[in-house]
């Protein structure tokens, strides 16, 4: 837990953040000064990333099958470095689970591409950050502490409530054992996943069996902490955002939950996600731009700029929003390392609202990178 002291001083800057580049400048390593480029300059750039097509093997224990889902197919992988290529860039592809400091040091890239999940522990995603931050080599994304704040989602919550960021009251459960003031209908989740991990269509509990029931499958099937939230009974969107001093909100995504099948939970559950919406034949589940009035969208967009800034992203996020019984709108994830699945049938939503900002998907790419170098004065 975060000590009070810690909290009082996260706080005291919480609601005031600043991204502008002379701030951001004050606290950079005074004896590093990264390669200047220009914008016709070729660089080497180390493309990180985790596959399902080269899962890991030996004695695995038998595992969820949604374990894998945060991997990226080779296609994306594929469709990233092609974007890249097509600015003339050298790219090298490092699996992340081979990733280690003589890889890097090998390479020498000028920067590199991280879109790694990692494979174990709760702060997985931290790991290629914290060998690039030793040895001082820049990288897209946001860093080894917002990585890993962001994954654990009660710690999320905690810091969203001491700063005033509405978001579905909740508790974190170790056992299924708990005493509670929570109103049903409530949704249980694993604490330390994304991508829907965990999520299934039952996950909503309607009274307290099915809620111990719940959490002792969470805790049993994903060795974690199961947490429980109130359910937001509301419109539910994603924003997508790019940038740090001046960060751009893309189009707003709508996920219309009318789409699903009959009798579907109104979730995005992994089913939503991977079952029932498939390239070959896609649900028309999202809408963007997503159809709001003008107050509406400016709570959206104010209220995702503002977890952005208290998280202290970096160069691109995307935020989940769900309005609550008084169409108020509430934070339900941040998802530092968005997907960026190039296939519009592939429901992406990074993606699909950088199409509907005008932006194809080299462009975005591209436009992620060149945030990162700017935020390192290389560009």
């Not at 949604?66 to 092609?82: G, L, M, R």
């Not at 097509?86 to 040091?105: C, G, M, Q, R, T």
């Not at 390479?107 to 931290?126: H, M, Q, Y």
């Amino acid at each position: 837990m975060f000590t009070r002291m810690m909290l009082n001083n996260l706080t005291k800057f919480s609601s005031k953040i600043s991204l502008r580049k002379r701030d951001l400048n004050k606290f950079k390593n005074p004896l590093i000064e990264f390669k200047k480029i220009s914008s016709s300059n070729k660089i080497k750039i180390a493309l990180v990333f985790n596959s399902r097509n080269s899962l890991p093997t030996g004695n695995l224990k038998k595992l969820p099958q949604d374990f894998y889902v945060e991997w990226d197919d080779y296609s994306t992988i594929e469709a990233i470095k092609n974007a890249l290529v097509s600015e003339k860039h050298s790219v090298y592809l490092v699996d992340e689970p081979s990733a280690n400091d003589k890889i890097f040091l090998n390479i020498k890239p000028d920067i590199v591409f991280n879109i790694a999940e990692g494979l174990s522990g709760f702060a997985r995603e931290s790991k290629i950050p914290a060998i690039l931050e030793k040895l001082n080599i820049p990288y897209t994304g946001s860093d080894t502490l917002t990585l890993a704040i962001a994954l654990d989602k009660a710690k999320s919550k905690e810091l969203m409530n001491y700063a005033n960021i509405k978001n579905p009251i909740f508790l974190l459960a170790f056992s299924e054992k708990i005493n509670h003031n929570l109103k049903y209908p409530v949704i249980v989740k694993p604490n330390f996943e994304g991508s829907s991990k965990g999520i299934s269509n039952n996950s909503i509990a309607n009274n307290q069996i099915e809620l111990k029931n719940r959490i002792k499958s969470i805790i049993k099937i994903y060795n974690q902490p199961a947490l429980v939230e109130e359910y937001l009974p509301g419109r539910e969107f994603t924003v997508a955002i790019i940038g740090n001093y001046k960060p751009i909100v893309l189009p707003i995504v709508e996920i219309k939950f009318d789409e699903l099948p009959h009798n579907a939970n109104k979730i995005y559950s992994y089913e939503a996600k991977w079952v029932w919406d498939k390239p070959d034949n896609p649900l028309n589940i999202f809408e963007c731009p997503a159809k709001t009035n003008t107050i509406l969208k400016s709570k959206i967009e104010d209220l995702t700029i503002k977890t952005f800034k208290l998280f202290k992203c970096r160069d691109f996020c995307r935020i989940d929003i769900r309005l609550d019984s008084n169409n108020e709108p509430n934070i339900i994830e941040i998802n530092p390392l968005p997907g960026l699945l190039p296939n519009p049938k592939d429901n992406s939503c990074f993606p699909k609202a950088a199409c509907a900002f005008g932006w194809n998907y080299n462009t975005l790419i591209t436009n992620m990178l060149k945030t990162a170098l700017k935020r390192y004065n290389m560009l």
